[in-house]
């Protein structure tokens, strides 16, 4: 049996069966559901979606409901997770798959899981990666400026990320954010909301969050995990245990130790809003200077490279400028695009080898007191250069650079 949209010539299929559909990647969904038995159909699937917080909100929620007692899948841009069990979902990956992602649903009915908490990217949506899974509850963080390479216009990115709420039997959604005035126009009526003006959590558990993860928009993670697990009638208290049983998670605001007296973080923020987020959390608790390494992804969203370059040179006091995957694109070419938004009074520095970059930050930029924060990579593993993956990690680049080394790519 063959599937596809397009009909081909009677001389060509034989005796194939061949069945024409409108959308070939939806059946295909639908297909790997049916092949490992429908397992969403036998847990409560929980789908994250947003510009910024995917990651966090998803750990936030899987941290509540296991702490509860209910057994809980995880599937985010740094891995799966099934009970204690970590998958590795590849480089440069959100959503599995259809094949794949259906592959860890089946693994986590199997090991006897009640609930899964899926990272869903607008990509995932657009591309029915998502298709044949059923959503118990879908979560909105937030909808800024990212992805218009793909999506072209701000509001077809924000319906592509409304229809995780076609899909799910109830919807949670951020009132703080720009996007919920369009949002709750297409929401069902009694869709739930969260706030930071209606902040539930008790004192140690903001105590916690802050010592973490600082900054309101994480507290705003937090409050979107906490409104979606009452729903399922997890108690209150059970939740703020949940989210103080919670560690650090790689890449998010990410402390590096050292014995010089600086403050070193790496943070995946890549999009404007989450740079604008972490620069100005970091800010207001430096001692000294903010400097920041960042650079943009080749191939992907032109319009928000200056938006970045702007946002940097406003809330950092020096800005090293530098690779961030940059695939087919040179480099320096991007670097130049992102300096077309940089103030020209700011202390900018441009180095596109990343891991000298990060090693001049460190080294010749930073003194005593500084806070020197590494954005764009957190958690991944590689760094793509014309087709290739290469090894890399933001971490490790700052744990050579105090010890006087330089993270090399030798890409050629």
């Not at 990651?55 to 899948?73: A, D, P, Q, R």
């Not at 709750?184 to 140690?204: C, E, G, Q, V, Y």
């Not at 480099?331 to 009074?345: C, H, S, T, Y």
Request: charged share 25%; net charge positive; glycine share 8%.
């Amino acid at each position: 049996v063959v599937v596809g949209e397009v009909k081909p010539a009677a001389d060509w299929l034989g005796k194939i069966t061949y069945v024409k559909v409108a959308n070939s990647r939806k059946v295909l969904g639908c297909l790997a559901a049916n092949w490992f038995g429908n397992p969403s159909r036998k847990l409560a699937v929980i789908g994250v979606t947003g510009t910024d917080g995917k990651t966090t909100t998803c750990n936030f929620i899987y941290s509540i409901l296991n702490f509860s007692g209910h057994k809980t899948g995880l599937v985010t841009s740094i891995n799966a997770k099934i009970g204690d069990k970590s998958l590795d979902t590849g480089f440069h990956v959100t959503n599995p798959e259809q094949l794949e992602l259906q592959k860890i649903l089946k693994l986590m009915v199997d090991a006897g899981c009640e609930f899964a908490a899926i990272e869903v990217t607008s990509h995932g949506l657009d591309q029915e990666r998502v298709a044949g899974v059923g959503f118990k509850a879908g979560l909105i963080t937030n909808v800024t400026h990212e992805h218009l390479d793909y999506h072209k216009t701000y509001d077809s990115y924000l319906l592509t990320k409304a229809k995780l709420m076609t899909i799910s039997d109830f919807v949670v959604l951020n009132k703080d954010d720009g996007s919920y005035r369009k949002l709750k126009r297409m929401a069902p009526a009694d869709h739930l909301t969260f706030s930071i003006h209606d902040n539930f959590l008790d004192k140690k558990t903001n105590e916690h969050l802050a010592q973490l993860f600082p900054g309101n928009y994480n507290v705003m993670n937090a409050l979107g995990a906490a409104v979606l697990c009452r729903k399922f009638s997890i108690l209150d208290e059970n939740i703020n245990s949940g989210l103080r049983a919670i560690r650090k998670i790689p890449g998010r605001c990410e402390k590096v130790g050292n014995t010089r007296g600086i403050k070193l973080i790496v943070d995946f923020a890549h999009t404007p809003n989450g740079l604008k987020s972490v620069l100005a959390v970091l800010k207001a608790s430096s001692q000294g200077k903010l400097v920041c390494v960042f650079g943009c992804a080749g191939e992907r969203d032109l319009l928000k490279r200056p938006l970045m370059g702007e946002i940097s040179s406003k809330l950092a006091d020096v800005t090293v400028l530098t690779a961030e995957d940059p695939r087919y694109e040179d480099v320096d070419r991007i670097i130049a695009q992102i300096k077309k938004g940089v103030n020209a009074k700011s202390k900018v520095i441009c180095i596109p080898e990343r891991g000298e970059a990060v090693w001049y930050a460190i080294n010749k930029v930073a003194k005593l007191g500084d806070t020197v924060v590494i954005c764009g990579k957190g958690h991944e593993k590689s760094m793509a250069y014309k087709g290739i993956e290469y090894p890399w990690s933001d971490r490790k680049a700052v744990k050579l650079a105090l010890e006087g080394k330089i993270f090399k790519v030798n890409h050629g």
